[in-house]
Nanobody, 122 residues
Framework: QVQLVESGGGSVQAGGSLRLSCVAS????????MVWFRQAPGKEREGVAT???????TYRASVKGRFTISQDNAKNTLYLQMDSLKPEDTALYYC????????????????WGQGTQVTVSS
C-alpha cells in the first residue's frame, strides 16, 4: 500500500546542485522515519539523511553542510537539496519510510522507492 516515487536526479558537474523529491502515499503520518539512502555500483547501500514525524534530522558525516533534508507534509513530499556535489556522491538515491521513528538501519520494516540516479563528473 505504501508507495514512494523519487525524481530530480541527473548529471551535473562537481560543485553543482540537484534537488531530489519523493512523493509518498499510504504511510502512517502519525509516526514515521523517512530516509534518503544511496548505493553506488559494487558498494553497500548507505544512509544519507533522515527525518521523522517530529522533524528530528540526522545526516551522514560526509554530506553535512552540503545536503539538506526537508519535508512538506501538506504535499506528502520528501526533499533532498544537494549542493557542492562531489564525484563521490554519484549513486542511485532511494527514499524509504518506516513507522519506526527511531530510524533504524535498513531492514524489512522499510518501504522503498524505485530510485533516481545522480551522477557527478569532475
Amino acid at each position: 500500500q505504501v508507495q514512494l516515487v523519487e525524481s530530480g536526479g541527473g548529471s551535473v558537474q562537481a560543485g553543482g546542485s540537484l534537488r531530489l523529491s519523493c512523493v509518498a502515499s499510504g504511510y502512517n503520518q502519525k509516526s514515521y522515519c523517512m530516509v534518503w539512502f544511496r548505493q553506488a555500483p559494487g558498494k553497500e547501500r548507505e544512509g544519507v539523511a533522515t527525518i521523522n514525524h517530529n522533524g528530528a534530522i540526522t545526516y551522514r558525516a560526509s554530506v553535512k553542510g552540503r545536503f539538506t533534508i526537508s519535508q512538506d507534509n501538506a504535499k506528502n513530499t520528501l526533499y533532498l537539496q544537494m549542493d557542492s556535489l562531489k564525484p563521490e556522491d554519484t549513486a542511485l538515491y532511494y527514499c524509504a519510510v518506516t513507522e519506526d521513528w527511531t530510524c533504524p538501519l535498513p531492514s524489512a520494516s522499510y518501504s522503498w522507492g524505485q530510485g533516481t540516479q545522480v551522477t557527478v563528473s569532475s
